[in-house]
Every structure is written in structure tokens, then in C-alpha cells.
């Protein structure tokens, strides 16, 4: 009986399919991509400031 079960499984078995690429490339793909972004971020930095036309408000600019 239970080999009967166990046939049925193999037998039921979808095949495996083989990845376009290496595992490691998906890895490398997507830290590419957050650096990527990162780079982005990292260049519209402080863009908001300058487009307002202010200036940070701190302790120091308060005090005159």
C-alpha cells in the first residue's frame, strides 16, 4: 500500500525547472538595483532645503 501511495506521489511530481541564471546572479541583480537606488537618493539630497530657499533651523540660528 505505501509503496502504491509513494508511486502515485513520483508519478504526481511536476518536473523541476531549471533558473535562467545562477542563484548568486539574482543576489548580485538586486543589491545592484539597491545601490542603484541608493545613488538616486543620494542625489537629490538636501534638494528640498534649496527649493524652499530657507535655511535649517537650529539652536545657533535662533540665538542670533
Given at each position: ?8 506521489f ?23 538595483g ?11 539630497r ?19
Amino acid at each position: 500500500m505505501s509503496s502504491s501511495v509513494a508511486n502515485l506521489f513520483t508519478a504526481a511530481e511536476e518536473p523541476t525547472r531549471e533558473l535562467p541564471m545562477s542563484p548568486y546572479m539574482y543576489g548580485g541583480l538586486a543589491l545592484l538595483g539597491f545601490v542603484l537606488l541608493l545613488a538616486v537618493l543620494w542625489a537629490f539630497r538636501g534638494t528640498a532645503q534649496r527649493m524652499s530657499g530657507g535655511h535649517l533651523h537650529t539652536r545657533a540660528n535662533e540665538r542670533g
